[in-house]
């Protein structure tokens, strides 16, 4: 996500003109009003006390590639393993969800969100806590701000505790053995179908790396 490029004057946002499935999909700690940082858009305010620490997302958009973006405010560069790096584009209000509608911090100081990587996915998560009436605002200066680094961190040894546990290698040996029960099953039917019967629903799923920098 980039604030950085010029972009053509745009046309200021309306809360009628957000579509319904944001609307729906909004937590109940924020509602969406006219932004303090930009005139042009829309923000994400709290109701409610958000905690610090209190994640959000992932960000939703289209998967474009770099030079098919024509505006870099809404989005946010991903790497795929498969594909190279990619972008997941929010810019059309259609594809994307409320996140879409939280905007940048003037800077550091004023931001109380920053961007994180879970799971090959972006999230915003609360870097203090954020009182009713407050506009919810990102920065992108990640790890180096300490106390960012530090909750990254925090979530990196999360993720490798989960992987680790008993509970998800367990679920792992389940999941070779339904992969294994579906290989002889799949055998199965390739031996009893026709000569020229092809696996044609045998594709690999590419799943979505959202890093920033």
Same mark, same amino acid.
């Given at each position: 996500m980039?604030? @950085?490029?010029?972009e053509?004057l745009?046309?200021?946002?309306t809360?009628?003109?957000? %579509?319904?499935?944001v609307?729906?999909?909004?937590?109940?700690?924020v509602?969406?009003h006219?932004?303090?940082v930009?005139?042009?858009?829309? !923000?994400?305010?709290?109701?409610?006390?958000?905690? +610090?620490?209190k +994640?959000?997302?992932?960000?939703? !958009?289209? #998967?474009? #590639?770099?030079?098919q973006? +024509? &505006?870099?405010?809404?989005?946010?560069?991903?790497?795929?393993?498969?594909l !190279?790096?990619m972008?997941?584009?929010?810019?059309?209000?259609? +594809?994307?969800?409320?996140?879409?509608?939280? &905007?940048?911090?003037?800077?550091?100081?004023?931001?109380?969100?920053?961007?994180?990587?879970i799971?090959?996915?972006?999230?915003y998560?609360?870097?203090? %806590?954020?009182?009713?009436?407050?506009?919810?605002?990102?920065?992108?200066?990640?790890? @180096? &701000?300490?106390e960012?680094?530090a909750?990254i961190?925090?979530?990196?040894?999360?993720?490798?505790?989960k992987?680790?546990s008993?509970?998800?290698?367990?679920?792992k040996?389940k999941?070779?053995?339904? #992969?294994n #029960?579906?290989?002889?099953t799949q @055998?199965l039917?390739?031996k009893?179908?026709?000569? @020229?019967?092809?696996?044609?629903?045998?594709?690999?799923?590419?799943?979505?790396v959202?890093?920033?920098?």
């Amino acid at each position: 996500m980039n604030q @950085d490029t010029a972009e053509p004057l745009a046309a200021t946002e309306t809360l009628a003109e957000v %579509p319904e499935h944001v609307l729906r999909g909004l937590p109940e700690e924020v509602r969406l009003h006219p932004s303090a940082v930009d005139k042009t858009r829309i !923000g994400v305010w709290a109701t409610k006390p958000i905690l +610090k620490g209190k +994640k959000f997302g992932p960000f939703v !958009g289209d #998967k474009k #590639k770099r030079s098919q973006v +024509k &505006n870099n405010v809404y989005m946010w560069e991903v790497y795929y393993p498969n594909l !190279g790096w990619m972008c997941i584009d929010a810019t059309d209000p259609e +594809k994307g969800n409320w996140l879409r509608y939280v &905007n940048w911090a003037c800077s550091g100081e004023e931001q109380n969100l920053f961007p994180l990587e879970i799971n090959r996915a972006i999230y915003y998560k609360t870097l203090k %806590p954020i009182a009713p009436g407050e506009e919810l605002l990102v920065w992108y200066n990640g790890e @180096d &701000n300490p106390e960012i680094a530090a909750a990254i961190e925090e979530e990196r040894a999360s993720a490798r505790s989960k992987r680790s546990s008993p509970k998800s290698r367990k679920g792992k040996k389940k999941s070779q053995e339904n #992969k294994n #029960k579906g290989n002889k099953t799949q @055998d199965l039917q390739l031996k009893t179908s026709e000569p @020229d019967s092809t696996s044609a629903n045998m594709r690999d799923s590419v799943e979505g790396v959202r890093e920033t920098t």
